[in-house]
């Protein structure tokens, strides 16, 4: 999807793809009516069922990796791709956690009762169709169907021609436990069939699906966000920095960096960029780096930060650092290293540079710590703590179904609250406006 101007689609096409939204649109009033109850019980029957019918959907995701692996797919999109026995319980568990959640639906978020006598009331209510749209992530057909359905939602999936096996997989058996449950299959439809022209008839649908939600690389969202009708919750790409401050714990920041560039690399919340405050760069850098380098990582690395790796770790993997390693996301293991003067430099260089995803400071100094979580204007910032916890599992949300970097709406991770909506609730008397 690197083209940003939409494609024209035939009639047929067109058809398809709106009668696949009417009908979830159309079937999305029989969730709003449930009780958490009832949608608990069916979140973990389909959990029950994705781990008895794992070998069916690893079976239909190997199809994808051998697709994957002739068209020569990066490491970290292929990580992220990818399925077996382990994951498939992990994405299962996520819907499991969805259902132990409170329902959000129905809370009341402020009220109170008017001089007049009028009681009002703000609740939360479904969203009712949410689009999602998203490359190469089998778990967010899943993640994203379990949290609409718990929120009151019905979902339209597109979930890319990469993974198009693996996700009807998935989408087959929801559907089953849906249908096993007395409801319409058509809360959970799939247009991966119809390939990139079938977004952009998505992106149309306003009037059919309330919300549209992308996912993946730069190149998609930045096409969602400028060319949609629907209107859109933004989720960005993850070039995520790490500064060591002049005072960081040294056998900390080891550990931290190599969990956060290393754990799983494929992902938004991965290390892109670190940062080394001059005063510490002779010491920490090089103890930092060991860890890397032992994982693999190559370094894109500045001039004065060259030059000591080369120094004191020989066998690190260096290639000069240009402008557009500041601007870019690796998914791989390919990290940039910038040392900076202090921390002034540090904040000049996030606000040039940063996505506004997720960033965090080693410190050990108050004030150094206090600055960077004032000033840093991103979705999460953190202090002495991997970039990897930017996750809405992590944040005890269960299953997230993006991280947002817009500030209209949701930011951050969103979890079940951040796809519903409100409306405000009056109880009268009898009253007039005077």
Request: charged letters at 30%; zero cysteines; a negative charge.
């Given at each position: 999807m690197d083209d940003l101007t939409p494609t024209s689609e035939d009639p047929t096409l067109?058809?398809?793809?709106?009668?696949a939204a009417r009908a979830a649109r159309d079937a999305q009033p029989a969730l709003a009516r449930l009780h958490r109850g009832t949608k608990d019980r069916v979140l973990t029957a389909m959990a029950d069922a994705l781990v008895e019918r794992a070998e069916e959907i690893v079976a239909a995701n190997a199809r994808d990796l051998e697709a994957a692996d002739a068209a020569g797919m990066a490491a970290g999109l292929r990580d992220r791709l990818a399925l077996d026995s382990r994951r498939v319980a992990s994405i299962a568990q996520q819907l499991r956690d969805a259902a132990a959640l409170p329902d959000p639906v129905g809370e009341v978020v402020r009220g109170s009762v008017l001089d007049n006598g009028l009681e009002l009331r703000e609740v939360r209510v479904p969203m009712g169709v949410i689009g999602m749209v998203y490359e190469a992530r089998p778990n967010v057909t899943v993640d994203a169907a379990g949290l609409a359905l718990k929120a009151g939602s019905a979902v339209v999936l597109r979930g890319g021609s990469a993974a198009l096996h693996s996700n009807t997989a998935l989408i087959a058996v929801l559907r089953s436990v849906l249908a096993e449950h007395d409801l319409p299959e058509d809360l959970i439809v799939g247009i991966d069939e119809h390939g990139r022209e079938g977004v952009d008839v998505l992106m149309r649908a306003r009037g059919l699906v309330d919300v549209l939600i992308p996912r993946g690389g730069a190149g998609l969202i930045r096409r969602v966000v400028e060319h949609s009708l629907v209107p859109v919750i933004e989720t960005g790409t993850g070039k995520t920095h790490i500064l060591l401050d002049a005072t960081a714990d040294l056998e900390d920041a080891a550990a931290i960096v190599a969990n956060a560039k290393t754990q799983r690399i494929g992902v938004c919340n991965a290390l892109e960029t670190l940062l080394v405050h001059r005063d510490i760069a002779a010491e920490a850098l090089p103890r930092v780096a060991a860890p890397l380098v032992e994982a693999g990582v190559r370094f894109h690395a500045d001039e004065p930060s060259a030059a000591l790796l080369a120094e004191t770790v020989p066998e690190a993997q260096v290639v000069p650092a240009?402008?557009?390693?500041?601007?870019?996301?690796?998914?791989?293991?390919?990290?940039?290293?910038?040392?900076?003067?202090?921390?002034?430099a540090a904040l000049a260089h996030i606000r040039a540079h940063s996505t506004g995803h997720t960033e965090s400071i080693l410190t050990r100094d108050s004030t150094s710590q206090h600055r960077f979580l004032t000033e840093v204007d991103s979705a999460v910032v953190m202090a002495n703590a991997s970039t990897r916890f930017s996750d809405g599992g992590e944040f005890g949300f269960g299953a997230e179904i993006g991280i947002s970097t817009q500030k209209l709406h949701a930011r951050g991770p969103m979890?079940?609250?951040?796809?519903?909506?409100?409306?405000?609730?009056?109880?009268?008397?009898?009253q007039v406006r005077p």
């Open positions: 067109t058809a398809a793809v709106l009668d240009s402008e557009e390693d500041w601007e870019t996301e690796y998914l791989a293991l390919e990290l940039a290293v910038k040392i900076v003067d202090d921390l002034d979890g079940l609250r951040e796809i519903t909506a409100t409306k405000w609730l009056v109880v009268g008397q009898g």
